[in-house]
């Protein structure tokens, strides 16, 4: 019996190659006749990649923007000396830092979250890119209020012990913004996918008027140089994302509906009432507060205000937030939209309803 050769066992072990590998390179015409179409693209999803330009202003924005020109590691905290300020001092100046994180300090996730949604709605490029620039500028602001807190109470905002009455207020007090940013949280976070890009942008504007009149203000008002100098670099930041929602806006309004210009007008009362919290005072509605909370709140900006931080007054702090929100009222009532009635200002309009589960993004 004759065995196999070496041979013979390797040529047994061999298979045809499948279909369509053959050393032949392929017809490209021949293969037209086998192509076939993937599934639809599902909505809401970041595919197919695109890089349209259709804004060629927002592209220019978003040049500019790519060095903001500084940082917060760099600003002269060397300057910040705790020991020159009482203990209720600094934790009044802390207590301010940790009510503006509740604003500024989460709009890296705020608008991270934005970022994303247009990438899913295929927004243009520069749309995108300037989204990820106000991105970058939110996690600047939030170190800001990061280092102030750390600098001024170790371990603050909540996990150190006070030492005196007031700072137990102010613990107490932070307690209770960060169970309203809870809340505002999970609200926006159905809002998103929930709301057409003119709704958002509307509200995004508003919240970029109020930052910059803020900062402005506390830009001139401030004694202290490290916090003059930060109120001077987040209010050029805020400047520029007021110029990116104007220039979005400048295409989108002109377009909307009736609709969503309804929805607009209910979106500008919402917004209102929740940036009063750190632009006027918390007005009652959706705002749910402790007890002492609002005495509380007024001594703590008076003993900030005697270190130098420069809190306007109440009454200054009413006038700079109706001069923005005339700003805004100017803005957008040319395109049919009706402003909301803001009688806490003295600013006449529509009266609508304020439904706490449907605010969507104020920053």
Known sequence: MNRPTTAERLAGKTTSPPPGTSAVAPDAASL??????????????????EWRVETPKLQALYDKSRDPGWAPNLLPWDTLEPSAFTVDQRYALAYWFTLLSVFDGSGPAVFARAFIHTWETHEEDPVRKCFFSIVRDEVNHEEICQRAIQA???????DYVPETPLGKLAQNNVRWMYHNGCRYWSGFKGSIGKWPLPILFTSFLMGEIASSTLFHGMYQATSIPVFKECFRRVGQDEARHMGICLTVLENILPKLTDEQRAVITKQIRAGFIFLSGILYLPPKEFWELGPTFHASHLLLEDVARSAGLGILTAEERKENWRNAVLRMKGLIEPHGIEFPALPEIGVDGKTVAFDPSEIIPVF
């Open 152 to 158: 001024l109470v170790p371990k603050g905002p909540l």
């Open 32 to 49: 037209l006749y086998g192509m076939a179409e993937p599934p639809p693209f599902p909505e809401l999803n970041i595919f197919p990649l």
